[in-house]
């Protein structure tokens, strides 16, 4: 018999907690969530959930990588646990350090796909340190399309100069974080 390595029980877990706190959110409506956007959230959040085993499936992929799935989910469930938990509100630094630890797993996701495709330490580092920072843009960009309406019934996004260049800067440190302990731990020598 197969027995199941620790990552498969981790990843079951934190989709689990994931699922749970949007389906407490949409049944229930907790007073604190009241525009969070959270109905609006759940299919995007959700979908980073199943996003790794429909491409692990679609490519036949002999190996599930339990490690970049749970990478992907991480940022989605620490978000979501600052809204359940009123942390965006009530710390305020935790907006800008949970724009640097999301970044650290996202970029952590990137290099578990990618850095061993890459024969160069340097420019996987680099890689990773891009894509950080092109995703940040991408999700501030994103941010300001529903701020400035078209999906502006979503909630109360309330963004700022200072909010979207503290989120870019730290999350861009986030990135670099990232990349280098991708390079340390992912690479090449360690699969």
């Known amino acids: 018999m197969n027995k199941k390595p620790t990552l498969f029980y981790i990843n079951l877990l ?18 604190h969530l009241e525009g969070k956007g959270m109905l609006f959230r759940a299919p995007f959040f959700l979908a980073s959930a199943i996003i790794i085993p429909i491409i692990a499936k679609a ?20 978000d979501t646990f600052g809204n359940m938990f009123y942390l965006f509100d009530s710390v305020w630094f935790y907006d800008d350090l949970i724009h640097c630890i999301n970044w650290i797993f996202l970029v952590l996701a990137y290099h578990s796909f990618r850095f061993r495709k890459i024969t160069d330490t340097r420019d996987a580092l680099m890689l990773g340190m891009g894509f950080g920072a092109l995703s940040i843009i991408a999700w501030e960009l994103m941010e300001w399309l529903i701020s400035v309406d078209g999906l502006g019934t979503v909630g109360n996004l309330s ?4 909010d979207t260049v503290g989120d870019l800067f730290t999350s861009t440190v986030g990135g670099i974080i990232g990349s280098i302990i991708g390079v340390k731990t992912l690479g090449r020598h360690n699969n």
Request: aromatic share 28%; hydrophobic share 60%.
């Open 159 to 162: 963004l700022s100069y200072v």
């Open 59 to 78: 490519r036949h992929w002999k190996e599930y990588p339990y490690d970049a799935d749970i990478f992907v989910v991480m940022p989605f469930l620490l």
């Open 14 to 31: 934190v989709k689990f907690i994931l699922f749970l706190f949007f389906f407490i959110a949409i049944v229930f409506q907790p007073e």
